[in-house]
């Protein structure tokens, strides 16, 4: 993995580690976590730990936990956030925070950019076997306050997405069809990843985020909603993507795969920086 880290151009007021407390973490978590040290240190960022515990269904204290033994077992020190399990619940859970979603979502639907959706995730396999959304709710008007319907994000506008690049380029991209109609507001209420993480972000001022090549998509619609939102701040952050580890087979370590627990009784910090500079 070399060349993970080019040479950067500019300095940057904070980046952040955002683990999911969904499952134990993986050695890809950590490649990412140190990836995110090293660029803060060579750029001048704050770190920020943002725990994204808003699914709340599937956090379990274990996991919660799992966070900070991690980050304590590669030495890896942050700036801003919580410094254990009670610290997270009293004051940086995303439940204080929900007044924000709250107001992301009325913005949306003030502008008309959202509409309800009633589709069930075996409608959408059934008309789409890799699960894109065919957009079958979009024109049937139904009220946004109908029971049980999330609301999806109306992608009808082609905007024109710049993503700025640690070396100081920008890419100009368009939303990919994969992403058109994505939710952010499930069917219970709550924001989608794709809103709180935008949301979260802008309030606590994170100028560089750094993360894996498969959240480029996530990248896009983040910034095509903060385009609807002229959230300014967040599309003028810098995105930095890095490479995957995969397993023996070529699939991407992840918890939704099983990927094994990180080895706290060996997983020092200098076994783990080799991920970053193999020999």
Not at 102 to 115: E, F, I, K, M, T
Not at 175 to 197: E, N
Request: hydrophobic share 40%; aromatic share 6%.
């Amino acid at each position: 993995m070399e060349g993970l880290t080019p040479t950067p151009v500019a300095r940057f007021a904070k980046t952040r580690l955002a683990p999911t407390p969904s499952g134990y973490l993986h050695a890809g978590n950590v490649l990412s976590f140190l990836l995110t040290e090293r660029l803060a240190r060579q750029t001048g960022a704050r770190i920020l730990l943002r725990i994204d515990d808003g699914d709340t269904a599937r956090v379990r204290p274990a996991y919660v936990q799992h966070i900070f033994d991690t980050l304590a077992a590669i030495n890896v020190h942050c700036d801003e956030g919580p410094r254990d399990a009670a610290d997270l619940d009293a004051r940086w859970s995303q439940r204080h925070r929900a007044h924000l979603y709250s107001r992301y979502l009325d913005a949306l639907r003030a502008g008309n950019h959202v509409y309800a959706c009633t589709c069930s995730r075996a409608d959408v396999l059934r008309e789409s076997a890799d699960g894109t959304y065919s957009g079958r709710c979009r024109h049937r008007d139904l009220p946004l306050d109908t029971v049980g319907a999330s609301w999806r994000l109306n992608t009808d506008t082609d905007l024109v997405l710049e993503v700025r690049q640690l070396d100081g380029t920008v890419s100009v991209e368009r939303l990919p069809v994969d992403m058109h109609d994505v939710v952010v507001r499930k069917k219970d209420g709550m924001p989608s990843y794709q809103l709180s993480s935008i949301a979260d972000d802008v309030y606590f001022g994170v100028d560089l985020v750094v993360r894996g090549q498969d959240l480029w998509p996530s990248t896009l619609v983040q910034l095509y909603i903060a385009r609807l939102l002229s959230l300014d701040a967040f599309a003028a952050a810098t995105f930095v993507h890095h490479p995957l580890l995969k397993d023996d087979d070529g699939a991407k370590l992840s918890k939704s795969t099983g990927a094994a627990p990180v080895d706290l009784r060996t997983a020092g910090r200098e076994a783990l920086m080799r991920l970053l500079n193999p020999v």
